[in-house]
């Protein structure tokens, strides 16, 4: 079935006021990636998500969903891209809507659909919308899972997004972060002894050992910046280090009978 229209939150002006939105609507470099696929070849990005065992992180994510009890779930994928996750996500029998939302124009509303047709996904199930995950125009308590693959770490105001997570998450709801960086004691010393065989100085700020990519957005959180916003929001949260050596991230809201409880840094399963 045809997805229907985009719809749009933002309006250029705005798109282009958003932190690196440039290099996300750039469609001469996406031109270049594994995923351009509006040729209709999807060989090259099924190829992509297998080798760089992006598939097999959304399948184990995809797990945490999949054992919520109930039906007719509505779920968020936050910062979707070009709709791969959103595609699988719409498979699932017991999810009913997948709301994607993303700030590349030609991500949303080019490449999606052919994600769409290549992993077989419901689009009758799936809502699109050009917009920035700080300000999602869905009621409160709307969604009973946010997902985010490769996204949460794009975020430079991480605790104004997971306010608004929270906001539009029901009672009960699930916060799914997927690929996040593993950054623990021994990445921390890592880092520490390469910077200091550059450089004839210690540098003892973590934001010098792992600056932000200013061009990519991509943020680097620790695991005690983790665990400090899920404990400041209430969430029962555990992670899990997936095959890929990144981080899922599994945080229940308060009202969950089966929430996993609170986890110390470092614990996984």
């Known amino acids: 079935m045809r997805l229907t229209d ?28 594994e995923w351009w696929i ?10 992509y998500l297998q080798t760089s065992k992006l598939m097999h992180e959304y399948r184990q994510a ?25 595609a699988l996500l719409s498979k699932i029998d017991a999810v009913a809507e997948v709301h994607a939302v993303d700030i590349s124009v030609h991500r949303i509303e080019r490449l999606f659909p052919h994600c769409v047709t290549m992993l077989g996904g419901v689009g009758a199930k799936i809502r699109r919308y050009l917009g920035s995950f700080y300000d999602l125009k869905l009621p409160d308590g709307y969604l009973d899972v946010v997902f985010l693959s490769q996204a ?6 991480p605790l104004q997004l997971m306010i608004e997570c929270d906001r539009v998450l ?47 957005g991509d943020h680097f959180y620790r695991r005690t910046d983790y665990n400090f916003l899920f404990d400041a ?21 308060a009202g969950r009978r089966d929430a996993p409880g609170r986890s110390a840094a470092g614990e996984s399963y």
């Not at 995809?62 to 959103?86: C, H, K, N, Q, Y």
């Not at 890592?190 to 973590?206: D, E, M």
Request: hydrophobic share 40%; net charge positive.
């Open 233 to 253: 929001m209430g969430y029962g949260a555990k992670r899990r280090v997936a095959s890929t050596g990144q981080t899922i991230f599994v945080a229940d809201k």
């Open 6 to 33: 985009v719809q749009k939150w933002l309006s250029e002006d705005e798109i282009a006021k958003i932190y690196t939105a440039s290099y996300w609507n750039n469609i001469e470099e996406e031109k270049r990636k």
């Open 62 to 86: 995809e797990e945490f969903i999949r054992e919520i009890p109930g039906r007719d779930l509505r779920v968020g994928d936050l910062a979707a891209g070009i709709g791969w996750t959103s």
């Open 152 to 157: 949460f770490h794009h975020a430079e105001r």
């Open 170 to 216: 029901k009672a009960d709801g699930r916060l799914i972060m997927v690929g996040e960086h593993n950054i623990g004691a021994f990445q921390l010393v890592k880092r520490f002894a390469k910077v200091l065989l550059r450089q004839p100085r210690i540098v003892a700020s973590f934001r010098a050992l792992f600056p932000p990519d200013p061009v990519l």
């Open 38 to 47: 509006e040729d209709g070849n999807y060989s090259r990005c099924l190829e």
